[in-house]
């Protein structure tokens, strides 16, 4: 009980603070408590993250095991870079903007990076889904930052399609439940853990019902096509700190609500349909958006579209039961995807416009943008040295493994088209001439201090972490 | 087939939802989704009488309190302060919105007879037939209606099905997840209403099938 009061303590200060201490101090108190977030998640979590202990109960209805862990620690970097870099962001619309709204934007932060932390924690289907519904809730003033007609349509859409979508989970939910009572002849479970070790006692109509529900329902919130309507418009409408998190943070919690709901399917005697049903819409959902990538017109909505294919890749990994696959696609695609949507944000702000056609001659007005641009392509696209390219790779070898070639085949095209696309649109705005009326607020290189930080982690990723696994597929 | 009383109240529970079909006066609508939760919320108090569990009347309490007393009422002062009463509907006519969710509720039967039947829920099978029927009704409302409050009911009577499939199918949800779900549904629709505010004051209108702005 303690941990949990100590996880949500920071986050709560935050959200707290940022509405009351002084204007000048929320820019740099919040993102360094943030940090400290970290540093206390890493210290809670240490016995499960050095493997001395599978799991750490915090209550009956949380506990957290390693994987959890790590994506609590890696959602937090998320908001943590994010915020750090948001004072560069603002500082080129500070004139405009009110201190109330920005103080409202650090405030729902906090709280999303809370509500996010929870959803990693929950052990009770009920509050899994309470956790992510509160997600939606939270992260709405975000989207809504701007103000203007396309960020309140944006919102809106988003609040309600989610919603919906979220309903449907809640009903997968209750189905769930329904069917631990059978089984259990009295007293339902919506323990997850308790219900993975009597999963071969559901029953399993009910079940598979349920966890159709639920997939359907948390896969709107990821991004599945063709639920997926709503993303692009939030993702490019929000400011490019707040994109940043919803992209990097918020796919992962969605996706991670399936992963622990598949998990007792899997533990279940019955794991055939379901999961196929997982791996199939994660191969559909890579291709549809790989070649939506192709037809863009606007900057921002293009790497909304190369989530969406990451999400994709990263339901073929939790189809095939593989906690750690997915994590590592999870961060690499996190990491990659905060950077960029960091600098496209520079860049959106500095020429005035985000339309792809509009763009170009980044290098030549701003070398270090350029520069980050290119890297962040070339990593997102999964192509050596960076972390992307070994995550990629394990999962299509891992795919071709236990026979699901035709999934390894449709990844592989996804991959290409979107490799192609990404490197056309990218290339076209870093190359050319130089735009005239391109301005940058501020310094070029202190708002480049978190994408490049991201881009050495991505770099580092890849070199540290590729051997070993390169090592093992071998 | 014979009907208990009980059986009775859910049926009504459906048949002011299907009624909400019936009509594009949203004021009307709203007095409609607040009864309609007010029957729900009796359903709920009476499985607390005969399942012996006096927690049941505490969430029936609470459910009245929220969802037939502040949201109608909540809902209905942002529409006086936003206007637009009436809704011209969308892509199904309103005069053919509410047979199709009878024929649905005809559908939901067969599909509950269907379904594996529950050892431990109240209701059974009729139960089953009319919470489904709720969902269908809600989904309805959102894809047949244009202003954007009645998007809102419509996810409103979603969620109030599964909340009737979560009472009658299984023994009830602990209660503090009940109250975190109420919770939950309560800030999405005051978010709705502020953003129901910026919608008017941006676009001048609240109709959401002209919100078309963002596509690719």
Not at chain 1, 10 to 25: D, I, K, Q
Not at chain 1, 173 to 190: E, N, V
Not at chain 1, 273 to 283: E, N
Not at chain 2, 147 to 162: D, H, K, R, T
Request: aromatic share 8%; net charge positive; glycine share 8%.
């Amino acid at each position: 009980m303690t941990s949990l009061l100590l996880i949500a303590a920071l986050p709560l200060l935050l959200a707290l603070g940022a509405m009351l201490m002084p204007f000048r101090w929320v820019r740099w108190a919040v993102p360094i408590l943030a940090w400290l977030q970290l540093l206390v998640l890493a210290w809670l979590t240490w016995p499960v993250l050095s493997q001395s202990q599978p799991l750490l109960r915090l209550t009956a209805d949380f506990c957290v095991d390693r994987l959890a862990a790590l994506f609590m620690l890696l959602t937090t970097c998320v908001v943590a870079s994010s915020l750090t870099h948001a004072p560069y962001y603002f500082q080129a619309e500070m004139h405009q903007l009110d201190q109330r709204h920005v103080r409202i934007f650090y405030a729902a932060s906090s709280l999303f990076l809370l509500t996010m932390t929870t959803v990693f924690a929950c052990d009770n289907m009920g509050a899994l889904w309470i956790a992510v519904e509160m997600t939606t809730l939270v992260s709405s003033p975000l989207v809504y930052f701007d103000r203007t007609k396309n960020a309140v349509e944006a919102t809106w859409k988003y609040l309600i399609i989610c919603s919906v979508g979220i309903a449907f989970a809640l009903l997968g939910t209750t189905l769930i439940f329904a069917s631990s009572q059978q089984a259990l002849a009295g007293s339902g479970s919506m323990q997850i853990t308790d219900l993975m070790r009597r999963a071969s006692t559901l029953q399993y109509q009910w079940l598979h019902l349920g966890v159709i529900f639920c997939i359907l329902g948390y896969g709107t919130k990821a991004g599945i096509f063709p639920l997926h309507n709503w993303l692009p418009d939030a993702h490019s409408e929000a400011p490019a700190p707040a994109s940043a998190m919803l992209s990097g943070g918020l796919l992962n919690c969605a996706l991670f609500a399936i992963f622990r709901i598949t998990q007792i399917v899997v533990a279940s005697d019955h794991r055939g349909l379901t999961i196929d049903i997982v791996i199939a819409m994660g191969a559909v959902t890579a291709i549809a958006a790989s070649l939506m990538l192709l037809r863009q017109h606007s900057f921002k909505r293009m790497w909304a579209y190369s989530s969406i294919e990451n999400v994709g890749i990263m339901l073929v990994a939790i189809g095939m039961g593989s906690g750690m696959l997915f994590f590592l696609q999870a961060a690499n695609h996190s990491i990659a995807k905060v950077a960029l949507f960091l600098v496209s944000g520079n860049v959106v702000q500095a020429s005035g416009t985000k339309r792809l056609n509009a763009l170009h001659g980044v290098l030549a007005s701003s070398p270090v943008w350029g520069i980050l641009l290119a890297l962040g392509a070339l990593s997102i696209t999964g192509a050596p040295p960076f972390g992307m390219f070994v995550s990629e790779l394990a999962i299509l070898v891992a795919a071709t493994n236990p026979g699901y070639w035709p999934v390894a085949v449709a990844l592989l095209t996804a991959l290409s088209i979107s490799f192609v696309a990404i490197s056309l649109h990218v290339g076209r705005v870093v190359c050319g001439a130089a735009k005239p009326g391109f301005a940058s607020t501020g310094s070029q290189l202190a708002s480049s201090l978190m994408p490049g930080l991201l881009m050495l982690c991505s770099l580092l990723l890849g070199l540290l972490i590729g051997p070993q696994v390169l090592g093992y597929l071998r | 087939m014979s009907l208990s009383s009980f059986d009775l109240l859910l049926s009504a529970i459906a048949i002011t939802a299907i009624m909400m079909l019936g009509t594009t006066n949203i004021g009307t609508n709203l007095r409609l989704y607040a009864l309609h939760s007010l029957l729900i919320a009796a359903a709920t108090a009476w499985l607390g009488q005969t399942r012996h569990e006096p927690a049941l009347f505490l969430v029936a309490a609470i459910f009245a309190l929220v969802k037939a007393g502040f949201v109608p009422w909540f809902l209905n002062s942002i529409i006086r302060q936003v206007g637009g009463h009436s809704d011209s509907g969308a892509f199904i006519p309103t005069a053919l919105s509410m047979p199709v969710g009878i024929a649905l509720l005809g559908a939901n039967n067969v599909l509950a007879q269907r379904l594996p039947t529950v050892i431990n829920g109240d209701g059974g099978n009729i139960g089953e037939t009319f919470a489904l029927s709720l969902i269908t009704t809600g989904m309805l409302l959102m894809l047949t209606r244009n202003i954007a409050v009645n998007q809102v009911i419509g996810f409103l009577v979603i969620e109030n099905g599964i909340y009737l499939f979560s009472q009658t199918q299984t023994q009830g949800m602990p209660m503090a997840l009940e109250m975190g779900i109420l919770l939950d549904l309560l800030v999405a629709v005051m978010i709705a209403g502020i953003l129901l505010f910026r919608i008017k004051k941006n676009f001048e209108h609240i109709d959401i099938s002209k919100l078309t702005e963002l596509k690719d």
